[in-house]
C-alpha cells in the first residue's frame, strides 16, 4: 500500500475506506448500511429446520433476517420480530 494510503488510513479512515470501496465496485452506502445494522448488536446464527436449505440472522434476540438458498447462493426473505433464544454457535461447523 502506498505510504499516503496509510497516512489517510491513520488519519481519515472513513476517507480511506471510501477510496477503498470505490476501487473495489463497493458502494460505501452498503457498508455504513452493514456497520448500522451489525455494530454493537449480539448476532446469533440459526440452521432453518425443514426441507429447504437456509439459515436464520438473529440480532439482540429480537429481529430474525431470513435466508434461503437459491442455487449457489442465498437470498434475502425477510424478517421477523419478536423475543428469541440464543442461536447454535456451532450451525457453521462442517460436519
Known amino acids: 500500500m502506498p505510504w499516503y494510503l ?3 488510513l491513520k488519519f481519515c479512515p472513513s476517507l480511506f475506506f471510501k477510496h477503498y470501496a470505490a476501487e473495489q465496485n463497493v458502494k460505501y452506502k452498503d457498508l455504513e448500511r452493514a ?3 451489525f455494530l454493537d448488536k449480539k448476532v446469533h446464527f440459526q440452521s432453518l429446520s425443514g426441507k429447504g436449505r437456509g439459515f436464520i ?8 433476517l431470513w435466508f434461503y438458498q437459491d442455487g449457489n447462493h442465498f437470498v434475502y426473505d425477510g424478517f421477523e420480530m419478536g423475543q428469541y433464544d440464543d ?4 450451525c457453521l461447523d462442517r460436519k
Request: no cysteine.
Open 6 to 8: 496509510k497516512l489517510v
Open 57 to 64: 440472522i438473529q440480532l439482540n434476540n429480537s429481529l430474525t
Open 35 to 37: 456497520n448500522d445494522l
Open 87 to 90: 442461536g447454535d454457535v456451532t
